[in-house]
T-cell receptor, first 111, second 110 residues
């Protein structure tokens, strides 16, 4: 079986700071996703990528950049962290049959 | 995008069979119905999926209405470990964009 690893588990930054979250998968899946989940709410799609060097905007891409330089990794950058952005960021990859596998999440804390 | 509607929450007791409803009135013919569940501090986990026929696996039974406008995830003999938020989602067209709603929070009491 494979695994999705998100780093760091907790990311603490200051308002206005540029912060980067990383995601690695060893499933050899083509498509990867970044979602944001606010406390008690559903998942909102930020960016996804269907192959290496591809980037597609989701519903919540403003204020974020993404990078897919290798098939196995997908990074998300918060371009200027704000206090209302404190949330859990979830990375996922997808099989050809549309089953998603998620990482454990990275919690962003802005001070 | 096609959307789903679920109750915000449901309550149950250990040992009961739980029926979690999902409405997807505007589903397209080529869209699959997927169910995921999420426990606190974890990402969502795949439960099951189906297109038209009812499906069953070790985790749950998925009943799909004949008109496909609704489905029900059936969890037999729930335990405390089944307490989670259950997400019903649809694959959006033939593209790769997959969106999640708020889901339904299932509480299981001893």
């Amino acid at each position: 079986g494979g695994i999705i690893t998100q780093t760091p588990k907790f990311l603490i930054g200051q308002e206005g700071q540029k912060l980067t979250l990383k995601c690695q998968q060893n499933f050899n899946h083509d498509t990867m996703y970044w979602y944001r989940q606010d406390s008690g709410k559903g998942l909102r799609l930020i960016y996804y990528s269907i192959t290496e060097n591809d980037l597609q905007k989701g519903d919540l891409s403003e204020g974020y950049d993404a990078s897919r330089e290798k098939k196995s990794s997908f990074s998300l950058t918060v371009t200027s962290a704000q206090k209302n952005e404190m949330a859990v960021f979830l990375c996922a990859s997808r099989t050809g049959g549309n089953t998603l596998y998620f990482g454990e999440g990275s919690r962003l804390i802005v001070v | 995008d096609a959307k789903t509607t679920q109750p915000d929450s449901m309550e149950s007791t250990e040992g009961e069979t739980v029926h979690l409803p999902c409405s997807h009135a505007t589903i397209s013919g080529n869209e699959y119905i997927y169910w995921y569940r999420q426990v606190p501090l974890q990402g969502p986990e795949y439960v099951t999926h189906g297109l038209q026929q009812n499906t069953t696996n070790s985790m749950a039974f998925l009943a799909i209405a004949s008109d496909r406008k609704s489905s029900t995830l059936i969890l037999p003999h729930v335990s405390l470990r089944d307490a989670a938020v259950y997400h019903c989602i649809l694959r959006v067209g033939t593209g790769s964009k997959l969106s999640f709603g708020k889901g339904a929070k299932l509480t299981v009491s001893p």
